[in-house]
Each structure stands twice: as structure tokens, then as C-alpha cells.
């Protein structure tokens, strides 16, 4: 549907003279990834919306979606398990968290969240075997990545200041997930 959508709009601007022919490949490229990012988005806000807080489903979405485009990590071996992967984690986050966060005190988030940002700094970026990363792209990354931490960690420690449990839950999962992704990442990169 996606990849139908983008050749569509391509081939509109090829006979429009907007680009080139031979350009046609890396905007069927930007145009995928600027959708799949838009679906991706919503459906955390749908999550939200659906487990009674919008906020659950954005928060999250601030955390993963920086992290794990800035730190990078394991990748899944198909397309289809990749959908799998990261939409049931945000089912299961927005779900499960809320109902779990006020039997949580609020320090064992903070563990979490910690933990999890100190294995970040330590590992980012962790490249793919697919996709090598040169010492300049590791470096523009590394900078990006710790700059979003440092952001999601003002965020996160206003929210326990807060204590606002819930919120700071959905937040140190979210971490954690992208910190197990990198740990992941590096040892499929030590495996091939």
C-alpha cells in the first residue's frame, strides 16, 4: 500500500518535471519512511487514546522514536517481525504499564531509566550488519543521541519529581527497550 502510494506520487513528479528520472529511487525512499514514520506516530497515539491517556502513547513515543533512530540497535530479521516487534511493544507498554505503575515505587522506574541511559551513552550507535557506519556518521549520531538523552532526561526526572508514575513508567520502559536493542545489536555485530 505504502510503496503503491509512493511510486504514485513519484511518478507525478517525474511528469511534472518536479525530479528526475533517475532521482525516482531516493524519494520512493524519503516518501515510505515520512509515511511509515506518520503511521508509526499515530498508532502510539492511538495506543494512548485506547488505554485512557494520550500521554502514554506520546511520552513513549518520545523516548523510542529518537533513541532508536540515534542509537540504533538489533534489527529483526524480517520486515514483518520488525511490525510485529515495535507495534506490540507499544500495545504492551501503553497496556500493561498503567496497570502495573501503582504497585511500582517510583525508585525502581528511576533504576530502570537509569540503567537503561547509561547502557545507551556506553553502546550508541550501534550499527547493523546491513548498514555499516562510518566514524563521521558514528560520531553525528552519538552527538544526536546524547542530546536527545539528556532532553528525555529532563522530561523523566521532572515527571518523578512529579511522581507521576505512570508517566515515568512508560518512560523508563521505553529506555529500556531501546537499551536491550543495543545490547542486542552489539552482539549480533560480534556474532557476524
Same mark, same amino acid.
Given at each position: 500500500m505504502i510503496s503503491k502510494s509512493t511510486n504514485f506520487l513519484t511518478s507525478l513528479m517525474v511528469e511534472a518535471g518536479t525530479i528526475q528520472? %533517475?532521482?525516482?529511487? /531516493?524519494?520512493?525512499?524519503?516518501?515510505?519512511?515520512?509515511?511509515?514514520?506518520?503511521i508509526y506516530f499515530t498508532f502510539f497515539v492511538i495506543c494512548g487514546l485506547w488505554f485512557d491517556d494520550i500521554l502514554y502513547g506520546m511520552l513513549l513515543y518520545l523516548v523510542i522514536a529518537p533513541l532508536r533512530n540515534f542509537s540504533g540497535g538489533v534489527h529483526a530479521p524480517t520486515r514483518l517481525l520488525c511490525i510485529i516487534f515495535s507495534y506490540g511493544m507499544v500495545v504492551t507498554i501503553t497496556g500493561l504499564i498503567p496497570k502495573i505503575s501503582g504497585y511500582t515505587p517510583m525508585i525502581i522506574?528511576?533504576?530502570?531509566?537509569? $540503567?537503561?541511559? #547509561? /547502557? $545507551?551513552?556506553? &553502546?550508541?550507535?550501534?550499527? =547493523? &550488519?546491513?548498514?555499516?557506519?562510518? %566514524?563521521?556518521?558514528? +560520531?553525528?549520531?552519538?552527538? +544526536? =543521541?546524547? @542530546?536527545? &538523552?539528556?532532553? $528525555?532526561? #529532563? #522530561?523523566?526526572?521532572?515527571? =518523578?519529581?512529579?511522581? @507521576?508514575?505512570?508517566? =515515568?513508567?512508560?518512560?523508563?520502559v521505553g529506555? &529500556? #527497550?531501546?537499551? !536491550?536493542? %543495543?545490547?542486542?545489536? !552489539?552482539?549480533?555485530n560480534h556474532k557476524g
Open positions: 528520472s %533517475d532521482e525516482v529511487e /531516493i524519494y520512493n525512499y524519503l516518501l515510505r519512511w515520512i509515511f511509515e514514520n506518520i522506574w528511576m533504576i530502570i531509566y537509569s $540503567i537503561s541511559a #547509561v /547502557i $545507551i551513552i556506553r &553502546l550508541a550507535p550501534v550499527d =547493523c &550488519l546491513n548498514k555499516r557506519l562510518s %566514524d563521521e556518521q558514528k +560520531k553525528i549520531l552519538r552527538k +544526536k =543521541c546524547l @542530546i536527545s &538523552l539528556v532532553l $528525555i532526561s #529532563v #522530561v523523566f526526572f521532572i515527571l =518523578c519529581y512529579l511522581n @507521576i508514575r505512570t508517566y =515515568c513508567g512508560i518512560m523508563a529506555s &529500556l #527497550v531501546v537499551s !536491550v536493542s %543495543d545490547i542486542l545489536g !552489539v552482539m549480533t
